[in-house]
Antibody, heavy 123, light 106 residues
Framework: QLQLQESGPGLVKPSETLSLTCAVS??????????WGWIRQPPGKGLEWIGT???????YYNPSLKSRVTISVDTSKRQFSLKLRSVTAADTAVYYC???????????????WGQGILVTVSS | DIQMTQSPSTLSASVGDRVTITCRAS??????LAWYQQKPGKAPKLLIY???SLESGVPSRFSGSGSGTEFTLTISSLQPDDFATYYC????????FGQGTKLEIK
């Protein structure tokens, strides 16, 4: 069974870069069928899609964050990463990583998800 | 950008009730819609994918329908464990989540 685990600093200063990693373990499907995504949730608010990357390295981003975001994958280490530049207090949120499997014209949605990591932007 | 409008934002219901949550897309997304359940402090849990496919292990009282721009999640007989927040998500290209529906006990 595929499992995901986020890691990274829980506190980032304003104007700096938020960097998170999602470690992938388990699973029996080919990793080439997975899209790896990041989603965030500000305290008390709804879910916001940040972006997703494919094993080939192609990435797709939320237009509202695109200028500040980079998502990359390292298949050899079985992990993928999120970098969000020039953060402000508005970027304070629980950040989730998640996996989406697509094959043969069907695409499942995000499952599984990591447990989430709270990142606070504050000086 | 595709916008998702989810309604209602809050729903009060009792155990045993049948409830329906609606999600409307600003343009056609075919069948590329998912529904998630989220409880406080937990990651979202996938219930439905491709608009109407039930995720393995999810109780059959949950069902999804729709295509194009109009979608619904129905819980046929509410159980105590179902009181949570529900989100729709479109994944036709770039992804978007709905605003969420908080299902409360009446």
């Amino acid at each position: 069974q595929l499992q995901l685990q986020e890691s990274g600093p829980g506190l980032v200063k304003p104007s700096e870069t938020l960097s998170l990693t999602c470690a992938v373990s388990g699973g029996s499907r080919s990793s080439s069928g997975y899209y790896w995504g990041w989603i965030r949730q500000p305290p008390g608010k709804g879910l916001e899609w940040i972006g997703t990357t494919f094993y080939s390295g192609s990435s797709y981003y939320n237009p509202s964050l695109k200028s500040r975001v980079t998502i990359s994958v390292d298949t050899s280490k079985r992990q993928f990463s999120l970098k969000l530049r020039s953060v402000t207090a508005a970027d304070t949120a629980v950040y989730y990583c998640a996996a989406q499997y697509c094959s043969g014209g069907s695409c499942y949605a995000y499952d599984p998800w990591g447990q989430g990591i709270l990142v606070t932007v504050s000086s | 950008d595709i916008q998702m409008t989810q309604s209602p934002s809050t729903l009060s219901a009792s155990v045993g009730d049948r409830v329906t949550i609606t999600c409307r897309a600003s343009q056609s997304i075919s069948r590329w819609l998912a529904w998630y359940q989220q409880k406080p402090g937990k990651a979202p849990k996938l219930l439905i994918y491709e608009a109407s496919s039930l995720e393995s292990g999810v109780p059959s009282r949950f069902s999804g329908s729709g295509s194009g721009t109009e979608f619904t999640l129905t819980i046929s007989s509410l159980q105590p464990d179902d009181f949570a927040t529900y989100y729709c998500q479109q994944y036709n290209g770039l992804h978007t989540f709905g605003q969420g529906t908080k299902l409360e006990i009446k």
